[in-house]
């Protein structure tokens, strides 16, 4: 079963930035993570989990409106692993942020917590 395993979360003051990463392991034998289109997405308090941004596997990306212009997804496939980079960040983008392959989704990890306040 694969295994996702995010981190780079934390406090951060309005108009701060953050640098998330996301490790996937244990992808089964013959698997190739480059191949597979990847997503960051978030969920605050009380609300469903929504698609922050997209990488396909020829590096493409695309972004939530709110967030576009702000956030910047990457990938090292030799790494097994995406990024987000965040940056002028708002109170309202805090929230726990996954990310998974777009679809079908593997098992979710824990999440990385952010929280931007002052």
């Known amino acids: 079963q694969v295994q996702l395993v995010e981190s780079g979360g934390g406090l951060v003051q309005p108009g701060g930035s953050l640098r998330l990463a996301c490790a996937a392991s244990?992808?089964?034998?013959?698997?190739?993570?480059?191949?597979?289109?990847m997503g960051w997405y978030r969920q605050a308090p009380g609300k469903q989990r929504d698609l922050v941004a997209h990488i396909t596997s020829e590096g493409k990306t695309n972004y939530a409106d709110s967030v576009k212009g702000r956030f910047t997804i990457s990938r090292d496939n030799a790494k097994k692993t995406v990024y987000l980079h965040m940056d002028s960040l708002k109170p309202e983008d805090t929230a726990v942020y996954f990310c998974n392959r777009f679809s079908p989704a593997w098992s979710w990890g824990q999440g990385t917590q952010v929280t931007v306040s002052s």
């Open positions: 244990r992808l089964a034998s013959g698997s190739i993570f480059s191949i597979y289109t």
